[in-house]
């Protein structure tokens, strides 16, 4: 079946630092690949999508390029901000259901 | 402005009873979905609906039940028989085909609680 692996946080920063959250995939086909932000006790926002292989996905300074050969989709941003604080979750959806795969999240504190 | 609504934002819920949270969207999605969120385990899918009168069983469906009467709509029960219905519960919809292009937008949540 498909599944995601990410990280464990939470991941501490201070403010202006570089950051990578890591993400890997299993799965059957060739999934489209997500990142979604969610801020305290808000829903799930898309932050950035990548639909095939090599494609790079970016929005609001980060970044995550779809590694067929690694199986991974890393989220990367070359200088957090104290806004940036969230949990992270990288997702994959395949099939004619359409049905999101999450991983399991990553909180990002950044600090001043 | 287009969007999903999920409301309550606070629900709490006595042992022993059943307990509906609302979805609706204005957004002309076809498919609509729910899924739990509970803390270090990220979010599982309950029920979808790809269309109207039509839904099928997620990976942890027990204890819940849903209804797709319209299209706007997607009402979750969750029913005294789900053993741990304390949870962060989120909606979200899509529109149907082209999926690998589209991803969801998300309601911003129902936080159950049982007392």
């Known amino acids: 079946g498909n599944s995601v692996t990410q990280m464990e946080g939470p991941v501490t920063l201070s403010e202006e630092a570089f950051l990578t959250i890591n993400c890997t995939y299993t799965a059957t086909g060739y999934p489209s690949l997500f990142w979604y932000v969610q801020y305290p006790g808000e829903g799930l926002q898309l932050l950035l999508k990548?639909?095939?292989?090599?494609d790079k996905g970016s929005n609001k300074g980060f970044e995550a390029t779809y590694r067929k050969e690694t199986t991974s989709f890393h989220l990367e941003k070359g200088s957090v901000q104290v806004s940036d604080s969230a949990v992270y979750f990288c997702?994959?959806?395949?099939?004619?259901?359409?049905?999101?795969?999450f991983g399991t999240g990553t909180r990002l504190q950044v600090t001043l | 402005d287009g969007g999903i609504t999920q409301s309550p934002k606070y629900l709490f819920r006595k042992e022993g009873q059943n307990v509906t949270l609302s979805c609706e969207q204005n957004l002309n999605h076809d498919a609509m979905y729910w899924y739990r969120q509970d803390p270090g385990q990220g979010l599982r899918l309950i029920y979808y609906?790809?269309?109207?009168?039509?839904?099928q069983k997620g990976d942890i469906a027990e204890g819940y039940s849903v209804s797709r009467e319209k299209k706007e709509s997607f009402p979750l029960t969750v029913t005294s028989a789900q053993k741990n219905p304390t949870a962060f519960y989120l909606c979200?919809?899509?529109?149907?085909?082209?999926?690998?292009?589209?991803?969801?937008?998300f309601g911003s949540g129902t936080r159950l609680t049982v007392v």
């Open positions: 997702a994959l959806l395949t099939g004619t259901a359409s049905k999101l795969t």
């Open positions: 979200a919809s899509k529109y149907a085909g082209q999926e690998e292009n589209y991803g969801y937008t």
């Open positions: 609906s790809q269309i109207v009168n039509d839904f």
């Open positions: 990548a639909t095939k292989a090599d």
